[in-house]
């Protein structure tokens, strides 16, 4: 079956007990359960990956890379937590994967909040971003990852 990539970044191992009035009681557990019930009627399989290290989410989205050129990924969705106001060396991850399908998504309506918020890097190398709908923006990206995914295969030239 086609594979949706969940990935995590820092903090978000805490969802839960973590700022509840910003991100809710919904466990990283429960978000990663919901996805993927969510993805599976949708037709794909859905894996889930979070990590509070930088190095460790580059190696995946390089993985995410080599598994998307194979046919073995759909795309990834990925909640960078605070790296995406800091990071770099994901942006360049995501950028150097291209076409690799990535989504961004923020939990809480980061443009909303402290200015040093207001800025992404991943957002310029994102095939989409999803922000500000709590938890369900998990299911809303898998939704538009999947639409996605048909729109790209129903636009691809015939054998
Ligand atoms: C977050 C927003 C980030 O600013 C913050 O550092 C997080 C969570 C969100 O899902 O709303 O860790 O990505």
């Known amino acids: ?12 191992n805490l969802l839960g007990t973590r700022e ?3 991100y809710g009681y ?3 557990a429960d978000v990663e359960n919901e996805s993927r019930a969510h993805a599976q009627k949708l037709g794909f399989e859905l894996e ?15 993985e995410a890379g080599r598994r998307f050129k194979a046919g073995e990924i759909t795309g990834v ?9 800091t990071s770099v060396a994901l942006h360049d991850a995501i950028a ?6 990535v ?8 443009h909303a909040r402290e ?30 990852l999947a639409r996605k995914a048909k729109a790209s295969a129903a636009a691809a030239p015939k054998p």
């Not at 509070?52 to 390089?62: R, S, T, V, W």
């Not at 909640?79 to 106001?85: D, E």
């Not at 989504?103 to 980061?110: G, L």
């Open 1 to 12: 079956m086609p594979t949706i990539l969940l990935l995590n970044g820092p903090n978000l």
């Open 20 to 22: 509840p009035a910003t």
């Open 26 to 28: 919904t466990t990283l």
């Open 48 to 62: 889930a990956f979070q990590s509070n290290h930088e190095g460790a989410l580059i190696d995946k989205i390089h």
């Open 77 to 85: 969705l990925f909640n960078a937590g605070a790296y995406t106001h």
């Open 96 to 101: 150097g994967v291209k076409p690799l399908p």
């Open 103 to 110: 989504i961004e998504v923020h939990i809480s309506n980061v």
């Open 115 to 144: 200015a040093f918020r207001h800025h992404s890097y991943i957002s310029p190398v994102a095939a989409g971003i999803v922000v500000g709908f709590g938890t369900d923006g998990y299911l809303l990206g898998i939704e538009g």
